[in-house]
């Protein structure tokens, strides 16, 4: 195909605006589906998208539309929405040569909208500014044209209005497409060069690799190369995707499909790899390949220690179609064998887990997540620590270093005030305000990945209403003012239970999880003394008191099936109980700590 004639464009949009709807709406003006095979929201396929109603992984979609006369191929890559992907974002922009900016003419532009938009600006992209749901009555679509041209700076004059729940000047939509996008640059007789945006995991055929065909032809039956893995494989089937894969005999420059190699897991996929010939010279690589960064980490451990060898398989089955998770076997004094695992985000997190229950009937624990943090040891090198229990003594380190992302609220100006102590109170670093119209504002920010991890979102939500959103990006690595907090038992420290905060909320953080562990920790023959320490430092202690005698006795006596009841209750919960030194601690004390942080 001549790539005059091929249009390649996503649609970036803040989550619930519609793009999902709007993809199927032109999956339908388009006939590449009948109505009758419509169900809805035909783009997110898996399960847990529908639950959520969000889009987790990037897809593709090819479509056929003739336009006064002339065929075109139409080829939609849909992008994750949230930011944990923004990795995967990134690869699948460069795949297109222009987006379709989806506002909802209700909301109005929000935190995830400038975030995309100023991505596909970055990458050169043609933007075309889609208002959708104009058939809501409380639509103010002129408002929003101005907040569009406000904070992005882009020409909205001409910005489409349409219903992709009618399907109203759905139509538009493809006209404008057809008409703005510029069609791909590529050359039909060059080497051959495709970018790899998206892997997904098939049962029967392995790892289905998603390309954008740059330069030259890729046919079925050549040998091809991954030029930043190095392997070498040969295509047994490839396609486009419309949206169930279509097997052709070649894809040329400018086209976007599927290639498969009798690749067995997704972990020999790299998204973002350039893929050419493996026989004589091959193309330059494609710029801009990364590796996935793991940003928030969290244990997972099993209710029930018999379940860990079923959980490492739960895991690795994961991983399979998830690459971009990783795990690590661990042990906690507290929780026994369990597994550290690292993930590109908080959803991301919230999807991995989910799927483990999902799929899987182990009964999980999960601690509350921290970040990665960086530390020059005394005399030393420069180690990555992903669990605080690892962090060295607070006197062997020279420099703590944490990850800092630049944060963008959207919301309404009546919230600024609360936004903005909020960001205080974190120590956030004012970076900007700007106003999307005489009611909406956005704020910037520069906050520690540590604090927008804790509760960030939460708090957000509380403080606007619900009206609030949030995005963020990573920044880099700053020192920071941190320490390892101590937890101590009778004077033994309980390893688990160690975080690193900001040494200025050290007592604050140190008070509150002693307080959960008085709650919890049953009294004993003796006095247990509690403590929140740095080092040896104590900065937070309570003492829960030792237990008066009559209150043992009146455990014994009374009838024999009474007693023996007591027995079974104490041996079920001795099997919970974890010694530390001589205190037992029940699981859930454990927990009320690990899971809240
Ligand atoms: P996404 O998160 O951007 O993919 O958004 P969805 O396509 O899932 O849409 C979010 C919600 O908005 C759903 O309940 C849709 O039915 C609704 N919606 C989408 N487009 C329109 C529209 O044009 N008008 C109205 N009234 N609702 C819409
Ligand atoms: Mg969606």
Known sequence: IDPARIRNFSIIAHIDHGKSTLADRLLEVTGTVSKRDMKEQLLDDMDLERQRGITIKARAVSMRYTHHGTEYELNLIDTPGHVDFQYEVSRSLTCCEGALLLVDAFQGVEAQTVANAYNAIEHNLEII??????DLVHARPEEVKEEIEQTLGLDAEDAIGCSAKTGLNCQAVIDAIIARVPAPTGKLDATLQAMVFDSVYDEFRGAIIYVRVMNGVVRKGDRVK???AGTAHEVVELGQLAPRRVPREHLSAGQVGYVVCNIKSLGQVHIGDTLSVAQGEPAAALPGY???KRMVFCGLYPSDGQDFENLREALSKLQVND??????????DALGFGFRCGFLGLLHMEIVQ????????IDLVQTAPNVTYRIKVKDGDWIDVHTPQRVPANGDIEDFQQPIVRVSFVLPVDYIGGIMK?????RGVFVRQEYLSPTRAMLVYDLALAEVVYDMHDRLKSI???YGTM???LRGYETGDLVRLDILVKGERVDALSIVCDKRDSETRGRAVIKKLKEEIPRHMFEVPLQAAIGTRVVARETIKAMSKNVTAKCYGGDISRKRKLWEKQKEGKKRMKSIGQVDIPQKAFLAVLETG
């Open 129 to 134: 500014p889609v208002l959708n749901k104009i």
């Open 226 to 228: 991954f030029l930043q």
């Open 290 to 292: 990364e590796q996935p």
């Open 323 to 332: 690459p971009s998770f990783v795990f690590e076997p661990e042990t906690s």
């Open 354 to 361: 989910q799927r483990l229950e999902g799929e899987s009937d």
């Open 422 to 426: 909020l960001c205080a109170d974190r």
């Open 464 to 466: 606007t209403r619900g």
């Open 471 to 473: 995005d963020y990006e």
